[in-house]
């Protein structure tokens, strides 16, 4: 279903209503020239100017998704009017998620193959190549990699742990890249998760003797006590760049400026995850792993890792839920 399809059918059900350059560490790995060292960028640290706008998020539908397979979801992006996600209990396929009136169907889009002496990649976020063809997050790879529409997969990036490490980043295992971004002037923007949390950006073309990160490990926004701030996903719509913090239930936009990536508005749908109605048993932090943008919509998908519905504890289903997107 394309994404003005789903516009008709949701409006319908609806009803009225700061920078390191990473140069000398990648001449290590790639026998680039060296640089002078970075310095660590840490946008989040300069205080506001202004207190950023905080939206709630209105619930249009919340859906579950079919348990196929022990599928957990992990990332979204809308591609070719469809609306794709990948599992990091599967590592072999892309999935297409099918929304129908009262679920979400999950179906293989497109299997992955040449990687077959790679052992294990743990995919945890995606977005387009802007040519056709996807690049993955691999998470226990630590790097990205790219699948064209032949299904064929080769690495897009040298393995990015040292190089965020400089910076701070990657100091837990299973805590490292979480979410990829395509801008539309050619740079890929990256996700670290938490410990700490940061980005990474690659120039155009991938030209990684310009790469720079920053290590962002406070936030502007109040969080639930016990928890730290992270990024699970990144997505663009336009020339705009939105992150997941899982932790806070939030859409963030994050803007660029001279100092690198600071937080802006953002939009909260803490109130939807929570509804007894959809939330999960177990509640000691956020469960958000995938987010996609359009003109009119803001699609979440919650992996709860085969947890309970606390309405009904027979249906232990990931849910996707469907937000309204605010006016700008």
């Given at each position: 279903?394309?994404?003005n399809a ?12 700061g ?8 001449a ?8 002078a060292?970075?310095s660590?960028?840490?946008?989040l640290?300069r205080?506001p ?14 859906l579950p ?12 992006l809308?591609?070719g ?7 990091d209990?599967?590592d ?5 998620l099918?929304?129908e ?8 889009h ?11 990649l ?7 190549d802007?040519a ?8 226990e ?5 790219r ?5 064929s997969?080769r690495w897009?990036?040298p393995?990015l742990k040292a190089?965020?490490?400089r910076?701070?980043?990657f100091?837990?295992a ?8 395509h ?11 938490r410990s700490?949390?940061g980005?990474l950006e ?18 502007l926004?109040?969080?639930p ?17 939105f ?7 939030l859409?963030?936009r ?7 990536w ?8 803490e109130q ?13 932090y956020?469960?958000?792993e ?17 947890d ?6 027979r249906?232990s ?12």
């Amino acid at each position: 279903m394309c994404a003005n399809a789903l516009f008709a059918l949701l409006k319908g059900a609806a009803g009225p209503g700061g920078a390191r350059t990473l140069c000398g560490m990648l001449a290590a790995l790639h026998g680039i020239a060296a640089c002078a060292p970075p310095s660590i960028g840490q946008g989040l640290d300069r205080a506001p100017t202004t207190t950023p706008r905080l939206v709630a998020l209105e619930l249009v539908r919340a859906l579950p998704i079919e348990r196929w397979d022990n599928f957990q979801p992990s990332g979204l992006l809308w591609q070719g009017g469809k609306l794709l996600t990948v599992s990091d209990k599967h590592d072999g396929h892309v999935f297409e998620l099918l929304i129908e009136k009262h679920q979400v169907r999950v179906r293989e889009h497109q299997s992955i193959s040449g990687l077959d002496d790679t052992d294990g990649l743990d995919l945890e976020g995606m977005c387009s190549d802007g040519a056709g063809g996807l690049l993955l997050v691999s998470e226990e790879q630590t790097r990205i990699l790219r699948v064209g529409s032949d299904a064929s997969a080769r690495w897009y990036s040298p393995p990015l742990k040292a190089l965020g490490a400089r910076a701070g980043l990657f100091q837990l295992a299973n805590a490292t890249l979480e979410g990829v971004a395509h801008l539309s002037d050619g740079r890929l923007v990256i996700a670290a998760e938490r410990s700490e949390r940061g980005l990474l950006e690659l120039a155009p073309g991938g030209d990684f003797e310009q790469a720079q990160v920053w290590s962002l490990p406070t936030t502007l926004f109040h969080l639930p006590a016990g928890r730290t701030p992270d990024f699970s996903d990144l997505t663009t719509h336009g020339d705009a760049l939105f992150a997941l913090i899982r932790n806070g239930h939030l859409v963030v936009r994050l803007r660029r400026d001279a100092a690198g990536w600071q937080e802006h508005e953002a939009w909260s749908f803490e109130q939807s995850e929570n509804d007894p109605r959809y939330a999960y048993v177990h509640r000691r932090y956020g469960m958000a792993e995938g987010l996609a943008v359009d003109e009119h919509f803001v699609y979440v998908v919650l992996d709860n890792n085969g947890d309970a519905r606390v309405a009904n504890p027979r249906d232990s289903r990931p849910q996707l839920l469907i937000f309204r997107r605010p006016l700008e």
